[in-house]
């Protein structure tokens, strides 16, 4: 398995989970140029689009997690419409 980041070959050992998908290197999870997500603990890059969004507390969620709170607000709002 490759490094999403560096590209550098890494094993099961060494390999971090990161979002979208794929796995990072120990020198890339432990960089400064990438952010871990305070609600999941995965790595994303926060400069692709569409990887990171800031939330309520103006921390900084990866694509997965904010794809998460868009579901469950979406259906909080037609079970509230369903109630009428």
């Known amino acids: 398995m ?3 980041f560096c590209g550098k070959e890494i094993d099961m ?4 989970p ?3 998908e794929g ?3 120990d020198d890339c999870y432990h960089s400064n140029e ?3 997500c ?10 692709e689009i569409y990887a ?7 921390e900084y969620i990866c694509e997965s997690c904010f794809q998460d709170k868009v579901v469950k607000a979406y259906e909080t709002l037609k079970d509230l419409r369903l109630r009428r």
């Open 2 to 4: 490759y490094c999403r």
């Open 13 to 16: 050992e060494e390999a971090h």
């Open 18 to 20: 990161v979002s979208p």
């Open 23 to 25: 796995f990072a290197c």
């Open 34 to 36: 990438y952010d871990v």
């Open 38 to 47: 305070p609600r999941c603990g995965v790595l994303f890059d926060p400069d």
């Open 52 to 58: 990171s969004y800031e939330d309520e507390n103006g």
